[in-house]
């Protein structure tokens, strides 16, 4: 229970962090965090969470990854499902917190400020279409999960390993901010969406098949390209 309860726990941090940056942060006027800096913020949640119980559960907080690993040949199939539904309580959880917080604010309004969801067409923040967003949440979550598998394999300095994967997500936020807020990750997706209650779960198919798509590609390519380095 440990494992499930270090998952949920990542998972509640990442969502909260991430998503609370963009929700009350990111254009407070004059000291707004902007783009940037929900960016840095989720790389944030990844790196310390990593270190805090990353030595517990591994530090998955987002199911694409966890099937990631578990194609990568580094995970349990047995634990895949009770970590995805740790995931998704998580952010559901922190998706609940960060909208009792954000509802004091007067005139605060989920459903029209869209609550950092994850959108595609008129709901993208720059009005990317869906297949750019399905194109984009696959590469990226690819890349992601090739990075993961590599700053974690015993030929590297797995110590180091949160760091390069909290820059990772950073980067991949400051990429796709504007294309769909950047799922990369259905917990995540799915913790902000139920309490957005609109446009954002009719739209949310999109991110728990496009980053798990990527995951799956991610792993294969790793495998791959890095068959000799594992053996």
């Known amino acids: 229970m440990s494992k499930y309860f270090a998952e949920f726990l990542g998972t509640f941090w990442l969502v909260f962090g991430g998503c609370g940056s963009a929700v009350l942060a990111a254009a407070y006027p004059e000291l707004g965090i902007g783009f940037a800096g929900v960016s840095l913020a989720f790389g944030l949640t990844v790196l310390t969470m990593a270190y805090a119980v990353g030595g517990i559960s591994?530090?998955?907080?987002?199911?694409?990854?966890?099937?990631?690993?578990?194609?990568?040949?580094?995970?349990?199939?047995?634990l895949l499902l009770p970590y995805i539904v740790s995931q998704v309580l998580g952010a559901i959880a922190a998706g609940g917190v960060l909208y009792l917080i954000a509802s004091g604010k007067v005139g605060f309004d989920a459903a029209a400020s869209g609550f950092a969801s994850n959108g595609y067409g008129e709901h993208s923040p720059n009005g990317y279409n869906m297949l750019s967003a399905l194109v984009i949440e696959i590469?990226?979550?690819?890349?992601?999960i090739i990075i993961i598998l590599g700053a974690t394999s015993k030929a590297s300095q797995p110590h180091f390993a949160p760091i390069a994967i909290g820059l990772a997500?950073?980067?991949?936020?400051?990429?796709?901010?504007?294309?769909?807020?950047?799922?990369?990750?259905?917990?995540?997706s799915t913790g902000v969406a139920i309490f957005q209650g609109g446009w954002a779960l009719g739209q949310l198919w999109l991110f728990w098949v496009a980053p798990i798509v990527g995951a799956v590609l991610g792993a294969i390519i790793y495998k791959v390209v890095a068959a000799d380095r594992e053996d």
């Not at 591994?58 to 580094?74: D, I």
């Open 169 to 188: 997500l950073t980067l991949i936020h400051l990429i796709s901010i504007p294309v769909t807020n950047t799922s990369v990750n259905p917990a995540r």
């Open 58 to 78: 591994g530090g998955h907080f987002n199911p694409a990854v966890s099937v990631g690993l578990l194609v990568g040949g580094r995970f349990d199939s047995k």
């Open 139 to 144: 590469v990226l979550t690819a890349f992601f």
